[in-house]
């Protein structure tokens, strides 16, 4: 069956570091993989998607994420986090029959907090 | 461009009654899904609707049901709430369903 793993519950980074969020994935075929972000009390930003082509996708607000087969993985990398990137990120693995790819599943998400 | 809009964005129900909620997708766009989530189960998936029909539909129970209009806006519906039913309801659009979802603020619901 088709998962995706975030293995770190809660990170904290400094103003001005750098971040990577781990993602693992289970799936059969070729994935649709997906970072969303979501602030407190709001739905999902999608912040990048990868489905083929160039492994390394570039997303918005300076995010990028690395697609790696072998590995099963699609981390998320920031080179230089802001306090206001601070909130809780998912990923998430395209998966449905017929072509569609309206069932993600979602990781259990990483929250983000930022120190000053 | 107006985003995904959800209504009502707070709700509060009692134990056994049944809840509505709606999805306006984004102009132009004919797929909507809808995902659950709770702090213990994350984000689950509920159903996914293209130009009126059902084409998707997660592990849930019979109480769970939705459906889509012809103008793309859908509605879920639950019967029969529980206590574990409170959450927060997203629903997303796309225009086809292939490439990436645009979600909604989500409905906030309480069953007490």
């Known amino acids: 069956a088709q998962s995706v793993t975030q293995p770190d519950i809660h990170i904290t980074v400094s103003e001005g570091a750098s971040l990577e969020l781990r993602c693992n994935y289970s799936y059969g075929a070729t994935p649709y993989l997906f970072w969303y972000v979501q602030s407190p009390g709001q739905g999902l930003q999608l912040l990048l998607k990868y489905f083929s082509g160039d492994t390394l996708v570039q997303g918005i607000k300076g995010f990028e994420a690395e697609f790696k087969r072998s590995q099963s993985s699609f981390n998320l990398r920031k080179p230089s986090v802001h306090w206001s990137d601070a909130a809780e990120y998912f990923c998430a693995v395209g998966s449905g029959g017929g072509g569609s790819q309206g069932n993600l599943i979602f990781g259990k998400g990483t929250k983000l907090s930022v120190k000053p | 461009k107006a985003g995904v809009t959800q209504t009502p964005r707070y709700l509060i129900k009692t134990r056994g009654q049944q809840v509505t909620l709606s999805c306006s997708p984004i102009?132009?766009?004919?797929?909507v899904s809808w995902y659950q989530q709770t702090p213990g189960q994350g984000l689950q998936f509920l159903f996914e609707y293209f130009s009126e029909t059902q084409r998707n539909k997660g592990n849930f129970p019979g109480r769970f049901s939705g459906r889509q209009f012809s103008n793309s806006r859908s509605e879920m519906n639950v019967s029969t709430l529980e206590l574990g039913d409170s959450a927060l309801y997203l629903c997303?659009?796309?225009?086809?369903?292939?490439?990436?979802?645009?979600f909604g603020s989500g409905t906030r619901l309480t069953v007490v």
């Open positions: 102009s132009g766009h004919r797929s």
């Open positions: 997303a659009s796309s225009s086809d369903g292939t490439y990436g979802y645009t």
